[in-house]
């Protein structure tokens, strides 16, 4: 039977001498592995439309524990992405930590909009693809429950003040004056006032509009160094495109 499913692709790999297996991340089924047969060979019409990132419509026939796609109707390549290397990087590793937080069956709308939308936001360039970073980690962090507490300290429970400025990575959110003190000074970072908003505003602001702010070089590094340490205190799993992304500067 031939099913219509919209989703990106996360990853591709080559299988038997010809064929692709093809990882999508759908708005119908969550993560599906998916056969695209002879997609390695010369002149096939799913060569250009089984590629990392490529969004769009897939026709697919169910088999008995797998999917075979029929006919890929692209609505976005994305293809600036391939044009740079560095995004390139940035793209790869947004697609490795999608797959890794995503299952079959699960209801993955969220995270499909997240990377759709991080994606978008490296083809407009508008935001330092560093900053498109952090924004990606610490909302795949929300979606999955375990997102940072912001308003009340995660060790007590006290409201915090507007002009607290500690944060524990490993306890997962703000902590108070009284905390604080009591906590490893390595478990704890001393934010800038200005990340301390824009960290509130990546875990709460509407999909939509995440990727559309501006910050400064210093808050932009906070940021970096918390979403990345942040993430992996949750998953305790090191990404091959981190390893990448260590490799450029920006
Ligand atoms: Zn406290």
Redesign the pocket.
Known sequence: MLQNVSGIVLSVMPVGDYDRRVTILTKEKGKIAAFARGARRPGNNLIAVTQPCIFGEFSLFSGRDSFTISEVKVQEYFSEIREDLDSVYYAMYFCEVADFYTKEGNDEREMMKLLYTALKALVRGQMSRRLVRSVFEMRTCVISGEGPMLNE?V??H?KIPEDSRGFSVLNGGA??E??REKLPVKDVMVLNPSSRYALWFICSTPAAKLFSFTVSPEVEDELAALSAEYLFARVKHTFKGEKLLELISD
């Open positions: 300290c060790v007590c006290e902590v108070c009284k905390c």
